[in-house]
């Protein structure tokens, strides 16, 4: 059997496709700028999920972020990696993808030096279920309500990773899910 190697896609500082590389051989001390994407995935009653990335994650191992992220293969339409890193990390069945923060860009350290360089669109979808995460993406998940969600990340930025908090900090409007079915 042929193992499938990934890639992603490599960027030139405007954000035009340079490129591709292999995933495993791009997050280092020198991550060149390439393409992902962010995904909050909300409950049909609102709740936002959670997840704290792996221990065995190469970056930010143990930290709270929300709830996948990933990267488009070459050619690859945003909502079709959306739904296929939704099956392989959260083991989630996932509609209603919505582009949320089209523009978002950052790069960050961990505390072992490796760099996100990343042009990175975040998304918001709906989940069709409960999720089942695979071990070796996921540690814990959590349903939350999206205020107090704010509200912990404004509290202790540390125990969550650095994207997810300038992703609240550039939402425009309120952090919720347009399908949210209000309860009574």
Not at 66 to 79: I, M, Q, T, V, Y
Not at 147 to 164: C, I, K
Request: glycine share 6%; net charge negative; with cysteine.
């Amino acid at each position: 059997m042929t193992e499938t190697i990934e890639s992603v896609v490599l960027l030139a500082d405007d954000g035009t496709p340079v490129g591709t590389a292999p995933k495993a051989t791009v997050h280092t001390r020198e991550t060149p700028l390439h393409l992902a994407f962010s995904c909050h995935v909300f409950d049909a009653r609102g709740r936002v999920l959670v997840t704290r990335r792996a221990l065995s994650k190469a970056t930010w191992p143990g930290v709270w972020t929300n709830s996948f992220c990933g990267h488009p293969a070459p050619g690859e339409d945003f909502a079709e990696a959306i739904v296929r890193r939704a099956e392989r990390e959260l083991g989630l069945r996932i509609g209603a993808v919505t582009e949320a923060l089209p523009d978002f860009r950052y790069r960050a350290v961990d505390a072992s030096g490796v760099v996100e360089n990343e042009i990175c669109p975040v998304f918001t979808a709906v989940a069709e279920g409960e999720p089942q995460p695979a071990a070796d993406e996921v540690a814990e998940w959590a349903w939350v309500d999206p205020a107090q969600l704010r509200d912990a990340v404004a509290a202790t930025p540390f125990a969550y990773s650095p994207w997810l908090g300038w992703q609240l900090a550039a939402w425009q409007g309120e952090y919720s899910s347009p399908q949210a079915v209000p309860q009574s």
